[in-house]
């Protein structure tokens, strides 16, 4: 049998196979090792050079990348050359070793106890005098330099990130228009396609801003989503007062009526009477007293029918109004109570029925008392009562108007904030004086009859909105010639403008010169005409 | 098998140290050649001599036969040489008290050494007729098996393929010597040497040293020499690495070799490598008794491709690469 050369050895043959597997085995790692070690300790310096130059949060982990680039290998290590040679190999290479052509092979495959004393004896010297081969330690300056190189990366000084530059000035007038654009949608001012168009915008003129500073064109840019946004407003803040007019006024006489209680009221009453009194009269007057009693019945029916057609007269004017509402101010919906919601839901029906919506308008419409049932009630209260499904009577028409004209209201103070001369809610703003125009039969500014491009008030009165306030941008009326050069100005600032002194030096010395961004709005600028088409296809959708 | 003591060993080699001695006398200068054919014998195999005529390949023959003392026949092959020549034939005869019978007359293949000289002038047919002689040391004739005297060798001698009037041996016949051997010419002062020593150009009969008895011994001391594990393994790589059609297989041994060695090649290899040992006096097989020995034991079983001949490389060359590029343990 022979012996395993991992067995205690029996004589020095054995001895010095067994040593040869240890070096082997030993060989067999520091070849694994070495290499291993060099790699592990150039990418922990990397890595540790890598943290030190930007990577401050990940500092702790330098030691430990360290201990474990040198703690790795040398746990792995034994992994390596633990299969075992075997016993001829060995044999085979010591006979190698020793030069004895055979004999050391020869007897290493014999048992220990079988082995010829004699070919033994020859062995023992070259056995006791073998040379073994030196490890191979060619790579260990490279270790040595991986080493070096890694203790190098430890002692590099944590590099400190340098503070971020603060936001350049242009970025609160970005901050400001999306602030904006947020609330107004939010609220219901501005529909959500038309917000995410304007908020579309508003994203590329800054990204073009942080790209190339702000320019000219970003400014221009910047002020038209700001002159759309209010417009939207302005828009939303009309139909408000339309239907915030239309509800006060629907029970109360019609603009042109004469006030109840002046005579010429009580004229045109009796008129009415009469002529009611002449359709009620009986062509042939009946002999037969029932028949008396069914034409006063017919009578009294009659009366009730012209009675709910003024009513139902009144009710489209409302429903026609409330369409318009749901179309420029949806977010109003979710702002009704329950009750509220029902009233509005049943004299739709009633209007609907009396055909007196547009399919546009009723679909608008509709929409707003869906959305307004999906919000629910407003404070958690209960969904909508299980009210009487028939028609409204007059009382209860007159509750949920007096309901939705408080609900509009707080919705029209809400917008009116939104608005940038802050008083669009105020009791006495501009939403108060446009519902007070729309009750007085008059129309609202912008609207009538357009007379086509550069079409403005031909009369600027008390009625014709406020004038700007030093402070406080406004914005002319379309197509306003307001410079006499014939150019037209696209935005005014009545900010005091910061002069740039090196653009003053630049002027006297007659030099033109660029300003900063933060400059460009303290200018006017003018645009000659011949110019218009110009700038009006570069600030084209189609270009955007 | 235990190993040979060192006294064992040592009788042994003095035997056959006196037959290498004698041989030397023989033939000048050729003193590897003559290593190598005793190495062949003492394995047991057969021995294939090719050179031109007149480099003394029949007096080697001869003196190893007159040196081992040992019967000897000698066969000159020709090209209208029967097999019957050979082995025997059976001829009418009458046999006392039994009338004429069919009797079998031996051959000179009954003989412990044949010595087929210009074995490749004969047709395959007959050179055919010793394949089972060779191999299993018997001659079959007319359902009659005989066997052959012990120890029986076969040392052929062939001129080279290039003459006229010569046969190539078929394969088979090939792979049955152990060992094929190229005698080349001496120089001049072994010429001069023969020239002074020799005046009628023969050499002197050898006494022998040794008889059938004490050369069996000799051949079962060889047996008992010790073939490492890790040579053993080196004999099968080696032969291994000259099969064309295995995985792995050399470009050398793809583009030259169209047929490998067989298992015979690596047997006979290692009982060459044993005798080897036993006469450099050592107990166990070294990888350089294996190296030495290669190119002769197997190039001669390979068969060269037609590109192989085109470059003019030669399967000893192969076998020769091949040496130096396998190695001595496996990785």
Redesign the interface.
Same mark, same amino acid.
Not at chain 1, 358 to 384: N, T
Not at chain 2, 123 to 144: F, G, I, N, W, Y
């Given at each position: 049998m022979k012996p395993s050369p991992h067995a205690a050895p029996a004589d020095l043959l054995d001895r010095r196979i067994a040593q040869l597997a240890r070096r082997k085995r030993l060989a067999a790692r520091l070849r694994i090792l070495l290499p291993a070690l060099a790699i592990a300790f150039g990418l922990a310096a990397t890595a540790i050079i890598t943290i030190r130059m930007g990577l401050p949060d990940a500092a702790p982990a330098a030691p430990w990348l360290a201990g474990a680039a040198l703690a790795l290998p040398l746990l792995l290590a034994p992994l390596y050359g633990r299969a075992r040679p075997r016993r001829a190999q060995l044999a085979a290479e010591l006979d190698t070793l020793v030069d004895a052509r055979g004999l050391a092979m020869g007897l290493a495959d014999e048992a220990p106890t079988a082995r010829d004393e004699g070919w033994v004896s020859r062995l023992r010297r070259p056995l006791e005098e073998v040379s073994w081969p030196r490890h191979d330690w060619s790579r260990l300056p490279l270790v040595a330099l991986a080493a070096a190189g890694l203790v190098a990366a430890l002692l590099v000084p944590q590099r400190v990130p340098e503070p971020a530059s603060p936001p350049p000035p242009w970025q609160v007038h970005f901050e400001r228009t999306k602030s904006r654009l947020e609330a107004a949608e939010t609220h219901g001012a501005v529909p959500h396609a038309e917000a995410q168009r304007l908020a579309e915008q508003v994203e590329r003129l800054e990204a073009h801003a942080a790209q190339s500073g702000m320019s000219q064109a970003a400014w221009d840019g910047l002020d038209r989503v700001d002159r759309d946004l209010e417009r939207a407003l302005a828009d939303a803040r009309a139909r408000l007062a339309e239907a915030i007019a239309a509800a006060q006024t629907t029970r109360e006489p019609r603009a042109g009526d004469p006030a109840p209680g002046t005579p010429a009221f009580e004229a045109a009453d009796a008129e009415r009477r009469r002529r009611d009194k002449d359709r009620l009269k009986p062509k042939d007057r009946p002999q037969d007293p029932t028949a008396g009693a069914e034409q006063a019945e017919a009578r009294k029916r009659l009366l009730e029918r012209l009675t709910r057609d003024r009513e139902d007269e009144r009710l489209q004017q409302l429903a026609k109004s409330l369409a318009g509402l749901a179309e420029a101010a949806p977010g109003l919906a979710s702002r009704l109570d329950p009750e509220t919601q029902d009233a509005l839901r049943r004299a739709m029906e009633q209007a609907n029925a009396l055909d007196g919506l547009s399919p546009e308008a009723r679909e608008a419409l509709e929409e707003m008392l869906r959305q307004a049932a999906a919000a629910g009630p407003p404070g958690g209260a209960a969904g909508p009562q299980a009210g009487d499904p028939g028609e409204l009577d007059p009382e209860a028409l007159g509750r949920a108007l007096e309901a939705l004209a408080k609900a509009l209201e707080e919705g029209a103070g809400q917008l009116g904030q939104l608005g940038q001369s802050g008083e669009g809610g105020a009791p006495g703003g501009e939403l108060g004086r446009m519902i007070a125009r729309l009750r007085a039969g008059l129309t609202a500014p912008g609207a009538g009859v357009s007379r086509g491009p550069g079409s403005v008030a031909l009369s600027q009165g008390a009625d014709a909105g406020p004038a700007a306030s030093p402070g406080e941008v406004g914005a002319l009326p379309p197509g306003a010639h307001v410079n006499p050069d014939g150019s037209i100005t696209l935005a005014v600032t009545s900010r005091d403008p910061e002069l740039d002194a090196a653009a003053l030096e630049g002027l006297s010395r007659g030099a033109l010169r660029e300003h900063e961004p933060s400059n460009a709005d303290a200018r006017r600028v003018h645009i000659a005409p011949r110019h218009r088409g110009a700038v009006a296809r570069y600030f084209s959708e189609d270009d955007d | 098998m #235990? %190993? %040979?003591? /060192? $006294?064992e060993l040592a009788a042994h080699q003095t035997q056959a140290q006196a037959v290498l001695d004698g041989l030397d006398q023989i033939l000048y200068g050729q003193q590897a050649l003559t290593r190598q054919v005793l190495t062949a014998l003492l394995a047991g195999g057969h021995v294939l001599l090719e050179g031109l005529p007149g480099l003394g390949k029949t007096e080697l023959v001869k003196g190893l036969a007159h040196l081992s003392g040992l019967d000897f026949k000698r066969v000159q092959f020709t090209p209208d040489l029967l097999p019957g020549d050979i082995t025997g034939n059976h001829i009418l005869q009458d046999v006392a008290g039994q009338g004429r019978q069919l009797v079998f007359r031996k051959g000179p293949i009954f003989a412990q050494i044949v010595l087929a000289d210009e074995i490749n002038r004969a047709s395959p047919k007959t050179q055919s007729a010793l394949l089972e002689a060779m191999q299993e040391r018997c001659v079959t004739v007319l359902d009659a098996t005989h066997p052959l005297p012990r120890p029986f060798f076969v040392l052929a001698t062939q001129n080279p393929v290039e003459l006229d009037g010569t046969y190539p041996l078929p394969e088979a016949q090939l792979d049955r010597f152990h060992v094929k051997l190229e005698v080349t010419g001496v120089g001049r002062d072994v010429l001069t040497r023969i020239l002074m020593s020799r005046p009628d150009g023969r050499p002197e009969t050898p006494s022998p040293v040794l008889d059938a008895e004490r050369l069996l011994a000799l051949m079962a001391g060889v047996r008992r020499v #010790?073939l $490492? /594990? !890790? &040579?053993a /393994?080196y004999i099968a790589r080696l032969v291994d690495a000259t099969r064309p059609d295995v995985a792995g297989a050399r470009p050398l041994v793809k583009e030259n070799v169209r047929w490998g060695a067989s298992p015979r090649a690596a047997i006979a290899l290692a009982g060459c490598a044993r005798a080897a040992?036993l006469l !450099?006096g050592? $107990?166990? &097989?070294?990888? !350089?008794?294996v190296k030495a020995l290669a190119p002769a034991v197997i190039a001669h079983r390979l068969i060269k491709s037609y590109e192989a001949g085109l470059r003019g490389l030669t399967t000893r060359d192969v076998v020769g690469e091949l040496v130096g590029a396998v190695p /001595?343990? !496996?990785s």
């Amino acid at each position: 049998m022979k012996p395993s050369p991992h067995a205690a050895p029996a004589d020095l043959l054995d001895r010095r196979i067994a040593q040869l597997a240890r070096r082997k085995r030993l060989a067999a790692r520091l070849r694994i090792l070495l290499p291993a070690l060099a790699i592990a300790f150039g990418l922990a310096a990397t890595a540790i050079i890598t943290i030190r130059m930007g990577l401050p949060d990940a500092a702790p982990a330098a030691p430990w990348l360290a201990g474990a680039a040198l703690a790795l290998p040398l746990l792995l290590a034994p992994l390596y050359g633990r299969a075992r040679p075997r016993r001829a190999q060995l044999a085979a290479e010591l006979d190698t070793l020793v030069d004895a052509r055979g004999l050391a092979m020869g007897l290493a495959d014999e048992a220990p106890t079988a082995r010829d004393e004699g070919w033994v004896s020859r062995l023992r010297r070259p056995l006791e005098e073998v040379s073994w081969p030196r490890h191979d330690w060619s790579r260990l300056p490279l270790v040595a330099l991986a080493a070096a190189g890694l203790v190098a990366a430890l002692l590099v000084p944590q590099r400190v990130p340098e503070p971020a530059s603060p936001p350049p000035p242009w970025q609160v007038h970005f901050e400001r228009t999306k602030s904006r654009l947020e609330a107004a949608e939010t609220h219901g001012a501005v529909p959500h396609a038309e917000a995410q168009r304007l908020a579309e915008q508003v994203e590329r003129l800054e990204a073009h801003a942080a790209q190339s500073g702000m320019s000219q064109a970003a400014w221009d840019g910047l002020d038209r989503v700001d002159r759309d946004l209010e417009r939207a407003l302005a828009d939303a803040r009309a139909r408000l007062a339309e239907a915030i007019a239309a509800a006060q006024t629907t029970r109360e006489p019609r603009a042109g009526d004469p006030a109840p209680g002046t005579p010429a009221f009580e004229a045109a009453d009796a008129e009415r009477r009469r002529r009611d009194k002449d359709r009620l009269k009986p062509k042939d007057r009946p002999q037969d007293p029932t028949a008396g009693a069914e034409q006063a019945e017919a009578r009294k029916r009659l009366l009730e029918r012209l009675t709910r057609d003024r009513e139902d007269e009144r009710l489209q004017q409302l429903a026609k109004s409330l369409a318009g509402l749901a179309e420029a101010a949806p977010g109003l919906a979710s702002r009704l109570d329950p009750e509220t919601q029902d009233a509005l839901r049943r004299a739709m029906e009633q209007a609907n029925a009396l055909d007196g919506l547009s399919p546009e308008a009723r679909e608008a419409l509709e929409e707003m008392l869906r959305q307004a049932a999906a919000a629910g009630p407003p404070g958690g209260a209960a969904g909508p009562q299980a009210g009487d499904p028939g028609e409204l009577d007059p009382e209860a028409l007159g509750r949920a108007l007096e309901a939705l004209a408080k609900a509009l209201e707080e919705g029209a103070g809400q917008l009116g904030q939104l608005g940038q001369s802050g008083e669009g809610g105020a009791p006495g703003g501009e939403l108060g004086r446009m519902i007070a125009r729309l009750r007085a039969g008059l129309t609202a500014p912008g609207a009538g009859v357009s007379r086509g491009p550069g079409s403005v008030a031909l009369s600027q009165g008390a009625d014709a909105g406020p004038a700007a306030s030093p402070g406080e941008v406004g914005a002319l009326p379309p197509g306003a010639h307001v410079n006499p050069d014939g150019s037209i100005t696209l935005a005014v600032t009545s900010r005091d403008p910061e002069l740039d002194a090196a653009a003053l030096e630049g002027l006297s010395r007659g030099a033109l010169r660029e300003h900063e961004p933060s400059n460009a709005d303290a200018r006017r600028v003018h645009i000659a005409p011949r110019h218009r088409g110009a700038v009006a296809r570069y600030f084209s959708e189609d270009d955007d | 098998m #235990a %190993m %040979m003591t /060192e $006294p064992e060993l040592a009788a042994h080699q003095t035997q056959a140290q006196a037959v290498l001695d004698g041989l030397d006398q023989i033939l000048y200068g050729q003193q590897a050649l003559t290593r190598q054919v005793l190495t062949a014998l003492l394995a047991g195999g057969h021995v294939l001599l090719e050179g031109l005529p007149g480099l003394g390949k029949t007096e080697l023959v001869k003196g190893l036969a007159h040196l081992s003392g040992l019967d000897f026949k000698r066969v000159q092959f020709t090209p209208d040489l029967l097999p019957g020549d050979i082995t025997g034939n059976h001829i009418l005869q009458d046999v006392a008290g039994q009338g004429r019978q069919l009797v079998f007359r031996k051959g000179p293949i009954f003989a412990q050494i044949v010595l087929a000289d210009e074995i490749n002038r004969a047709s395959p047919k007959t050179q055919s007729a010793l394949l089972e002689a060779m191999q299993e040391r018997c001659v079959t004739v007319l359902d009659a098996t005989h066997p052959l005297p012990r120890p029986f060798f076969v040392l052929a001698t062939q001129n080279p393929v290039e003459l006229d009037g010569t046969y190539p041996l078929p394969e088979a016949q090939l792979d049955r010597f152990h060992v094929k051997l190229e005698v080349t010419g001496v120089g001049r002062d072994v010429l001069t040497r023969i020239l002074m020593s020799r005046p009628d150009g023969r050499p002197e009969t050898p006494s022998p040293v040794l008889d059938a008895e004490r050369l069996l011994a000799l051949m079962a001391g060889v047996r008992r020499v #010790a073939l $490492p /594990e !890790a &040579v053993a /393994e080196y004999i099968a790589r080696l032969v291994d690495a000259t099969r064309p059609d295995v995985a792995g297989a050399r470009p050398l041994v793809k583009e030259n070799v169209r047929w490998g060695a067989s298992p015979r090649a690596a047997i006979a290899l290692a009982g060459c490598a044993r005798a080897a040992a036993l006469l !450099a006096g050592r $107990p166990s &097989v070294g990888f !350089a008794d294996v190296k030495a020995l290669a190119p002769a034991v197997i190039a001669h079983r390979l068969i060269k491709s037609y590109e192989a001949g085109l470059r003019g490389l030669t399967t000893r060359d192969v076998v020769g690469e091949l040496v130096g590029a396998v190695p /001595e343990l !496996a990785s």
